[in-house]
């Protein structure tokens, strides 16, 4: 026998270690295969939109590529006062090629968005600019529209120059660069975006309070009745599943109309006055009712599926250490619901804070969402990239949200049963 350890041979002569290292590779590339068609449909549907959305808020390239001699022109420029000639030169020559190729109004609306009042000017000037002589470039484009004398409409167009920029994500916040390149407030009159974030916050989290409030008792309710009532019940609660969330909110509406039914009642049971009934359309409280009303189920089949695993002897037990039935309550059964209490509240949060068809039906100016905005920014004004910038904030918010659970409760106390 020789001193050096002989190597254990498979049937076919190869070694052993070398045969498990390819049966183990093998094995590898087939549950790589099994999850490939799942990771890329997460790549697809998931990762690649976001990663779209990221780069589109921040790509600022298409006023750098329409106005090349420009940017070239203001790099000497220091931004205080009126740019030379030369810049209203390399403007005019950057501007006309725009105008032959009819691309001049996409110009007009970009910049826009960064000073309003541009495509007015702008679209004035492509007029004008025919009868235009040679030399004296900036006299007669000032000659145009005084806002062309107004050194902030310049200011605008050097601060477009990067072709990469985080301003969307400041606007977001109402915050801008100004001149000098710092990040300043807008005045106070016009920071609507700030109150909306709250507004979206506050809203979230009273939904979700008032769902948790209403929700526990109907899933304690489930979880100790008979199977066959609990089974009628748990139909009932998820009936509204079965009706389209559009008909539902077009429900409320019609229900919490001054002259709708739920104000009838109160005027017949005579708790307001038929002169003074209660506004609860087109505010936070018609916004309240019917959100609550709709992400309800969220909340309650969580708690329902953890409060049916908990044996009814536990709270006999507790009764019978000489627990009142509040006390047997709160120090045995109420801890061992804290996972679909977690759960429940993660779901219907997360559901609200990005919700929008109920809050633009039923919520008005003072019930509006940071979603809202959004769509409005993607239909009306066509600002895509700052659009894509709030999606993003607001996606980083929830996934913040969750961090901060994470950490004070553990993700891991979060179960549905």
């Not at 600022?60 to 090349?68: A, Q, Y």
């Not at 250490?321 to 509040?326: A, M, N, V, Y």
């Not at 509240?345 to 809050?359: D, E, H, N, Q």
């Amino acid at each position: 026998m020789s001193s050096e350890t002989q190597k254990i041979l498979t049937t076919d002569g190869i070694p052993l270690e070398i045969s498990l290292k390819k049966a183990e590779k093998k094995n590898k590339i087939k549950a790589f295969l099994l999850v490939a068609p799942l990771l890329l449909f997460i790549i697809i549907t998931y990762i690649f939109p976001i990663g779209e959305m990221f780069t589109r808020s921040i790509d600022d390239r298409m006023v750098t590529n329409m106005l090349p001699k420009t940017f070239k022109a203001m790099e000497t420029w220091d931004g205080k006062e009126l740019p030379p000639e030369e810049v209203f030169a390399a403007f005019l020559s950057d501007y006309r090629a725009l105008a032959e190729k009819k691309e001049h109004g996409k110009l007009g609306q970009r910049l826009n968005k960064e000073k309003n009042g541009f495509n007015t000017i702008l679209k004035k000037l492509w007029r004008k600019m025919k009868k235009f002589e040679d030399g004296n470039t900036k006299e007669q484009i000032m000659a145009v529209h005084k806002r062309f004398r107004d050194v902030k409409y310049w200011q605008a167009i050097k601060r477009t120059a990067p072709p990469y920029t985080m301003g969307k994500y400041l606007k977001g916040m109402d915050m801008y660069y100004d001149e000098d390149g710092k990040v300043v407030q807008v005045e106070e009159d016009r920071r609507i975006h700030r109150i909306l974030w709250l507004r979206t916050l506050e809203i979230a989290v009273v939904v979700t309070i008032l769902c948790f409030l209403m929700g526990y008792p109907i899933a304690h309710l489930l979880a100790t009745l008979p199977m066959k009532y609990s089974n009628l019940l748990m139909i009932c609660v998820l009936l509204p599943f079965w009706t389209s969330l559009l008909v539902r909110t077009a429900s409320w509406m019609i229900l919490l109309q001054q002259q709708g039914i739920v104000n009838d009642f109160f005027v017949m049971i005579g708790l307001v006055a038929d002169d003074n009934r209660p506004e609860m359309m087109y505010n936070k409280t018609g916004t309240y009712i019917a959100m609550t009303q709709i992400l309800l189920p969220f909340m309650v089949l969580p708690l329902y599926s953890v409060m049916k695993t908990i044996s009814p002897s536990l709270m006999r037990a507790g009764k019978s250490l000489g627990g009142t039935p509040f006390v047997a309550f709160w120090k045995v059964y109420f801890p061992l619901t804290i996972p679909g209490i977690g759960a429940g509240c993660l779901l219907v949060f997360i559901l609200a804070i990005g919700y929008y068809i109920t809050p633009a039906l039923v919520g008005g100016a003072s019930g509006t969402l940071i979603s809202n905005q959004i769509a409005y920014h993607m239909k009306e004004t066509l600002d895509w990239s700052f659009a894509s910038a709030m999606g993003l904030m607001l996606l980083t918010g929830v996934l913040v949200v969750y961090w901060i659970y994470n950490k004070l409760v553990g993700i891991d106390n979060i179960k549905l049963g």
